[in-house]
């Protein structure tokens, strides 16, 4: 059931000209920063040959662009995961869906799911840029398998945040203005921290991410980010899940 529901949304995500404008637009700055990168690393390649262990294109143009790709996916969440519930409430669809024979966990899960196929594209194409540099270079698979898992990873929390804060409202520019404001404040936290280097850091999206786009694939930052989405999809199926209960 899980799967079906994510076909349906992805199928009526791919119905809407919302998200091909994303996609369009998300492509459009990534392939501009690749390509600003490659530049730069052409432009500087004669000095990094006299240097004894110098960095490789990997490390110059690919973890940057991931690194955006992180930054991107969190600008273009709220305007999808605005559409998962609150969307559902404003067309008065929802009711039919809580009273239909589905558990509230295949609803959330499948929503979810749908949702992160979705940024599964996005990163898939990001990794096919990186893998492009084959053509005239060697990649660190390493460094690119830890960036490839990291903005998933990043993506998952924000898409579980995201689908949260959908749950609570039947409008959904309140549901995107909320999920914005809740992922434009956790990079508020990831500044605050760098600025005075406190134990706030524990609680950043992005400086958790910093340690898979240098290729450290660290214990903790693995658990945060599965707690981190966890967390999220459990509130978003205890509130639906209430609602069942009241009619």
Known sequence: MILIIANKELKTLFASPLAWTLLALMQLVL??????????????????????????????????????????????????TMKLIAEERHNNTMTFLLSAPVSITDIVLGKFLGLMIFFSTVIGLVLALSISLLAGSSLDFGLLLSNTTGVFLIAACFASLGLFISCLTAQPAIAAAGALGALLLLWAVDIAANEINSFLGFFSLLKHFENFNRGIIDSSDLVYFILFTLTFLVLSIRKLDGERLRG
């Open 31 to 80: 392939a501009w920063i690749f390509l600003g990168r490659l530049d730069a690393f052409l432009e500087i390649q004669s000095q990094l040959i006299q240097i004894a262990n110098p960095p490789g294109v990997t490390e110059v143009i690919a973890a940057p662009v991931f690194a955006m790709a992180a930054v991107v996916l969190m600008m273009a969440t709220p305007l999808l």
